[in-house]
């Protein structure tokens, strides 16, 4: 991954400010001053990395959701239903699955 987006993904700044940080010479990945040649630094999950100013920058790698759901017999597969019949959208939405995951 490139180190300007670990930095905006971990709230330390925005990717084109981590880019700045990166050319200024205050980010370091494990001990050493990073210095781009071509201005695109990639890393591992395993790099550490510290910001002048700010210090460790954690990384912990999220785990996916995943839900898991049997569509009942007589149950549409459908966002919009001229017949009003009852879809699986309309029952996920009542267990709690997030309405943006829901499409």
Known sequence: IRLAKRLSQQ???SRREGERLIKS??????GVRVQPENGC????????????????I???RKQPRLW???KIRREL???DDP??????FERLD???VPKNLIS
């Not at 630094?41 to 100013?53: A, K, N, P, Q, T």
């Not at 017949?83 to 699986?88: A, F, H, K, P, V």
């Open 68 to 70: 898991l759901c049997h």
């Open 11 to 13: 709230r330390v700044c």
């Open 77 to 79: 597969v459908t966002n």
């Open 25 to 30: 010479g205050k980010v370091f990945v494990n």
């Open 41 to 56: 630094v990639m890393i591992s999950d395993s790099d550490e990395i510290r910001v002048e100013g700010k210090g460790r």
């Open 94 to 96: 009542s267990m709690g």
């Open 83 to 88: 017949g009003n019949r009852r879809t699986i």
């Open 58 to 60: 954690g990384y912990k």
